[in-house]
């Protein structure tokens, strides 16, 4: 998302989601989503970091809603717009290259 904001001239900042289990990664409908700021400052190590943060709240928060019996679907938020589709590609490669191991990197 930090390559997207650079190459689109947006920042919507970027989103920590929990989904349904399904047998593809991060394919199921989402049951929770919280919204994660990125500032101008930002490098992707600081963004991690702030996101996995708000991801253990999030993960807090649903947990007590399940039990409950709260759970729903919701709708995914949309960072691309039409058009956009080469300059997501494009900044998902260039995070691939910078970060071979991605969001699994410790």
Same mark, same amino acid.
């Given at each position: 998302?930090?390559?997207?904001?650079?190459?689109?001239?947006?920042?919507?900042?970027?989103?920590?989601? &929990?989904? +349904?289990?399904?047998?593809?990664?991060?394919?199921?409908?989402? *049951? /929770? &989503?919280?919204?994660?700021? &990125?500032?101008?400052?930002?490098? /992707?190590?600081?963004?991690?970091?702030?996101?996995?943060?708000?991801? +253990?709240?999030?993960?807090?928060?649903? !947990?007590?809603?399940? *039990?409950?019996?709260? *759970?729903?679907? &919701?709708?995914?938020? *949309?960072?691309?717009?039409?058009?956009?589709?080469?300059?997501?590609?494009? /900044? +998902?490669?260039? /995070?691939?290259?910078?970060?071979?191991?991605? !969001?699994?990197?410790?």
């Amino acid at each position: 998302m930090l390559e997207f904001t650079k190459l689109t001239g947006r920042n919507e900042g970027t989103n920590v989601i &929990i989904h +349904r289990v399904t047998n593809q990664i991060d394919e199921g409908p989402t *049951v /929770a &989503i919280s919204h994660v700021p &990125i500032f101008e400052e930002d490098t /992707a190590e600081t963004l991690q970091e702030r996101g996995k943060e708000r991801e +253990r709240q999030l993960q807090l928060e649903f !947990w007590k809603g399940f *039990v409950k019996g709260e *759970v729903q679907e &919701i709708q995914d938020t *949309v960072y691309m717009r039409p058009g956009e589709e080469e300059i997501l590609e494009s /900044a +998902r490669q260039k /995070a691939r290259k910078d970060y071979p191991n991605g !969001w699994r990197r410790t």
